[in-house]
């Protein structure tokens, strides 16, 4: 028989640091511990020492289609720490807004940065793309 009720719990972290709740994208603040409930569900956090202000992508304005174009990303800490290892989920999205798959993927971000290369299929429509970064 399987158990699927959550139940409540406390997560105490090693030290109070920025907590990120990484399976709902939210900010759940400078804290030593966590009220949440376990359940068959998942749940990801990251612990860093720093808060991030947001996660700066930069490119080409315009891309072409069976071309390659590489574009940077950036974690922008509270206070200008230095940012440390991080892994940014990237997502691009077509003219439609529909979400691109085939782009997608996790970028590895030493120290905070990264860049991606996105090689433009020969087929794409004409259009604005939205290219979004998070952790």
């Keep these: 028989m399987y158990d699927n009720n959550p139940y409540p719990a406390t997560v105490v972290f090693p030290k109070e640091s920025h907590v990120y709740d990484m399976m709902n994208g939210t900010y759940l603040g400078l804290i030593p511990r ?49 940012p440390s290892k991080h892994v ?22 030493e120290k905070g940065e990264a860049d991606m290369t996105i090689p433009w299929a020969l087929n794409e429509k004409p259009g604005r793309y939205t290219i979004t970064a998070r952790m």
Excluded at 88 to 109: D, H, I, K, T
């Design 34 to 82: 966590i009220e949440t409930n376990i359940s068959y569900r998942a749940q990801l956090y990251a612990l860093l020492p720093y808060r991030v202000r947001a996660v700066d992508v930069t490119g080409p304005r315009r891309c072409v289609a069976g071309q390659a174009a590489v574009f940077h990303m950036q974690v922008q800490t509270q206070d200008g720490v230095l």
């Design 88 to 109: 940014f989920r990237v997502e691009v999205f077509g003219p439609e807004q529909q979400p691109l798959s085939y782009y997608a993927a996790n970028v590895v971000a």
